[in-house]
């Protein structure tokens, strides 16, 4: 049976869109802070939250009991959360004469576990008679109303084996996630195992049916695999047969896929992500999409339908299974109790022998008493939490004297509280959060400066520089400015030991400039420079093989790592710091290449290859062979010349094993004329144009309000982390630069900037740099806090005398930083000195055995637009991205608008990253690091198999059980007039979306009216607040 | 003009958001269209109002068309595969009659 191609495309197209709530998951080897529930950004906020819950079965606030401690400790203001509860009670009309806002102040802040009534067999009038403490009046339930509870458990939607799991207490479910894992692993393995999966090649559902076909120990389990697979070749047509099989309407395949594919959200984002990167190396040679990966699924989730069919008579479609629901409804209605774990305790056993008994008769003669005793059950805990509710809130009395009606009418607002509560509690959270933030800002115009500053220091808009810049800024003349650690310059980046590209920059860009790495120790140049070439041009990916360190691929030296890395720490790194000196210096090459400069790489790039061909298929030295005979091969294989070469005459070949030779030059070796194009074009792709060059720093400068008054030194500062045996050290480095260390963005950015042709363009554009000006890329270490300055030896003499007072204030910085960041890390170094603490924090950057080497992004809460001065005064404890900008240097806004498409998206992705694995680590998060496996060396299991875990561990956002990271949606403070910012805002529509459906809280703050709006219940609104005046500040104010 | 000989094929011009793109050239590819052109940044106004078409750090975000010429009879088959993805996200499809002259480059 072959499918319509237009069928075939079709049903591509339905799991692709099935496949979009589940959100990209990036290898960990450059982790990506992203929304976990990116895929729903298109709903509001708390609308995607129940979305996730139905799909994920995930939570989406913290529970209540930990908002009542953040309540008790001050975090959130009773007053808030009053007036939230207010608004709520408002909008809803009274019942008889309860105060319901005490009512529900007192359900939230004095209960701490939800009452959850869901009105199911009691009802009111059960309710009011349990109260009354009178009999429940017979009542009998009708086979429709059965078949209606049942209906809700089970929806059409879900995957068939979910409903035979409900009713049968089978575990289909649990075995075709196992079964799937581990095909997954052994097709994605990325080189950690031994034994490789044949037939890769050939994609995902390929390789994997070839094996299946011939998979004995399924046979033997009873999955027929071969039958179903024999219908069809291509993973569409066995999908659109398996659907068929399962008799489920083809209206409902779209949502039948989707509860597919986050059944393993982990593995289907790994698969989304993947298929779409076409420029990874295991894609690429191992392709693979959600289409063979759910034609998988359906598979071996048919197989095993059927053999459970086959075996206990079960259904093995989804209308048989409603067959079964309809004809029996009281029997499914009981087996849902039980194997769901409903059922009441005190007749567990009876349901248990009726059900497995079979017999109709003892099921008809258990179903009304079960029902009755179920019914007065739900009718005492409603009553008995509404009795309890209404004592703590002094309306006990009132409530004794509600009518029936009104009792059904109370449960259910307050099952409806009970459901916006999460957002409630965070509401109030965030109030006070926002006002203590916004209440601090100095909106007052920046002081001239009498003389220029010692130093500027740019630096990534991280959290973590905000802890930084503001030491630096107490020890000395230093001007700190924040923008994104990619600089705005998107890069490709080819290191001297790399073989592949590396995107440095925000993930929502693809650079399309190469910069290449040079060494210095070798100044002939050419071989390197070659060797280099070579690798990018025959993709000879060995980097992608040495993701993380594992104990099988080190072998010997890694026995010694362990030893010295647990024990000793600090000496053990010294001592192999010495053993391994750092890789020599190096040089990017940043221009644009000449034609005649790509043609002559070209020429020695096939001379090489030339070289090995001859050393390798002829076994010939290169001393036996000259120059000119090189030149000749190359000229023939390039089909320049014709005829037998002086090479053939010299060795002695005949005609055809020289032709042969030549042919597998232009073949294996590419040494052929289309070729040669292909690498003059991606030749083309090194290096920036001086225009180009121009236009980045040019952006980059405007974009935080530099255009004049240069100091002698402009630091860029990128920033990353270091730290032993974690596979989660890439979420620690720079988001802005695809998590990697921002050092590389730095140095290109510096090294332009540092060039007299693009200063002197740059002049002709109104930004002037001083001639004394020199930039210098630097690097912030966020684990050990230390600043290191590089390419220091392309200073300019002249600045070497002013060289120890910039590295003097670099290093008092640092220590002062550790000593502030330390007790966050180990609550006993309260008091360490600052030397002592800087110490500390080398030590556990190196300690092999530490899970939390820093507590990374967790925290944040802010990302603020504007002037460094209207926050230069707050200690904002690491919580804030900052962002300088200067709405005059923007006329346009389209800085701006950059700023937040950029940046603010991406700090939008960490924030949300942080806020939901805070909120439910089990499911959003990745749970405890000390189960942690490396699976496939691009993820992470707990245990020996499970689903990808993605998000965060628990060690980085929890502290013993509890919120580190205390959840907040990103508040976004843009400092600019109104209409300028609100202009920008609603140009770039992914950031309106955020705003206006909730993703993130935006407030404005008018420098020139002093005025504050906040956006809020759909619109922007004006706020009330305390004015803080320009006068220089001395102390530092903390902000909760 | 007159010794031209030119083959009627069908040109579709489809505009979705950038995020889109792998998707919509992966449906392509698998129908066998032999080539296409994307044009980035679109600027242009629609039902969601106006889209400025500058150059952002977000690729994802803005609007690209992809320009694609078709033998006929992969039309229908290229919409209904296009069909689920319309019912959910915006973007529209534009078809038109167009001549070529070295038909062979569009046929697989």
Partial sequence: MTLALGRQLQIRAMVHVAGEPIPFFWPMRTFIHHNPLYGLEHLPFSQAVREGERLFHARGYLPRSTYQQFLSSGKVEVARLSEEVERFVSARSAIADLDLHRLLMTLLTEVSEPFAPVLKLADGQDVHATLSRGALEPREFSVATIASFIKADLPSSCPVYTGVDALFGTEIGAILDELVIKSCLDFFDEGQSVWQMPGRENGLFAAWAALARRNLRLFIRGLHIKQILAVDDSPEGIISYVMSELEVPEADWMDYFTHELTRLHGWTGFIRWRAGAKHYYWSQTYPADLVDYLAIRLVLGLALLREHAHRTKTPASASSLMRFLEKSPEEAYLRVEFHRGRVLPVMAHAVEDAISSRGKTRLNRLMPEYLSRKREHEAQRWASGLRQLAERAGQAEKLLRLWPKAISELLALLSQFENEEGQLWLNAHEAQHMNGLLNGLNLGPTPAREKRPFAQMMFCIDVRSERIRRNLEKVGDYQTLGIAGFFGIPVSFIGVDKGSETYLCPVVVTPKNVVLELTLSRPAGEEDFISVLEEVFHELKASVLSPFMTVEAIGLLFGLDMFGKTFAPLAYNRWRQRLHPEKPGSRLLLDKLTREQADSIIRSLQRAMIVKAVGRELKIERERVTDEMIRELRETALGHREGPTEFGGHFKLDPQAEQQFTERLRQFYRVNRGYAQIQLERLGRIGFTLDEQVHFVSQALRSIGLTKGFSRFVLLTGHGSTSENNPYESALDCGACGGNHGIINARVLSQIANKPAVRERLRAKGIEIADDAWFIPAFHNTTTDELRAYDLDLLPPSHLVYVERLFNGLKAASRLCAAERLPTLEPTSSNAAPASAYRNAWRNAMDWSQVRPEWGLSRNAAFIIGRRWITEHLDLDARAFLHSYDYKCDAKGRLLENILAGPVVVGQWINMEHYFSAVDNVHYGSGSKVYHNVAGRFGIMTGNLSDLRTGLPAQTVLRDGLPYHEPLRLLVVIEAPLAHAKRAVEAVRAVKNLVYHGWVRMAIVDPETRDYYVFQQDNWQQQPMRLLDSSPHTTKEPIA | ?108
Avoid: C, W
């Fill in chain 2, 1 to 108: 003009m007159n010794n031209l000989n030119l083959s009627p094929v069908k040109k579709l011009e489809i505009i979705i958001e950038g995020a889109h793109q792998e998707f919509a050239t992966d449906l392509l590819d698998r129908a066998g269209v032999t080539g296409y052109t994307i044009v980035g940044n679109l600027s242009g106004k629609g039902r969601h109002g106006f889209h400025e078409g500058h150059l952002m750090f977000n690729e994802d975000a803005v609007l690209i068309m992809i320009i694609v010429a078709i033998p006929g009879e992969l039309v229908e088959p290229i919409l209904e595969g296009f069909s689920p993805f319309f019912n959910k996200h915006t973007g529209v499809v534009f078809i038109s009659d167009i001549q070529v002259s070295r038909l062979v480059k569009f046929k697989s």
